[in-house]
């Protein structure tokens, strides 16, 4: 696992803990490779029973597979304006966080759990949409 040292836990604005840096991250930069556990497709509809339904990333080329990010990977909050954005490698069984655009020291690291930043479909406990 690679990380930005200067990555930390805390409680977020938007409920719960999130993801912060303690220094600046300019545009472009890798933030973090977390390695994940990736869960059978038979094992999927399990998952939305359990409290690990909000912290998994679809997984494979058809998304029928679950992963479990580790390391910082299932802790980045939802935001329609991200300043950061994840890559699934299939290859490699990481999920990479990069920047989009440059992160103040103390600021939030946020990706579109839609996949894409510029996506803004609904994401499961959005009732509103974009915010």
């Known amino acids: 696992m690679q990380r930005i040292h200067s990555l930390f836990i805390a409680p977020s604005n938007l409920g719960g803990r999130g993801v912060f840096t303690g220094e600046d991250i300019e545009e472009g930069a890798l933030i973090e490779i977390c390695p994940v556990i990736v869960l059978p497709e038979k094992e999927l509809p399990i998952i939305h029973g359990t409290f690990l339904h909000d912290y998994y990333f679809l997984w494979g080329d058809e998304q029928k597979q679950c992963a479990i990010a580790l390391g910082y990977g299932s802790l980045y909050n939802h935001s329609y304006q991200p300043n950061?954005?994840?890559?699934?490698?299939?290859?490699?069984?990481?999920?990479?966080?990069?920047?989009?655009?440059?992160?103040?020291?103390?600021?939030?690291?946020?990706?579109?759990?839609?996949?894409?930043?510029?996506?803004?479909?609904?994401?499961?406990?959005?009732?509103g949409g974009e915010r």
């Open 84 to 127: 950061a954005k994840y890559l699934l490698d299939y290859e490699h069984r990481t999920i990479d966080f990069y920047c989009l655009k440059k992160i103040e020291a103390g600021e939030e690291i946020l990706v579109n759990y839609n996949g894409e930043a510029h996506l803004q479909g609904k994401v499961w406990f959005d009732k």
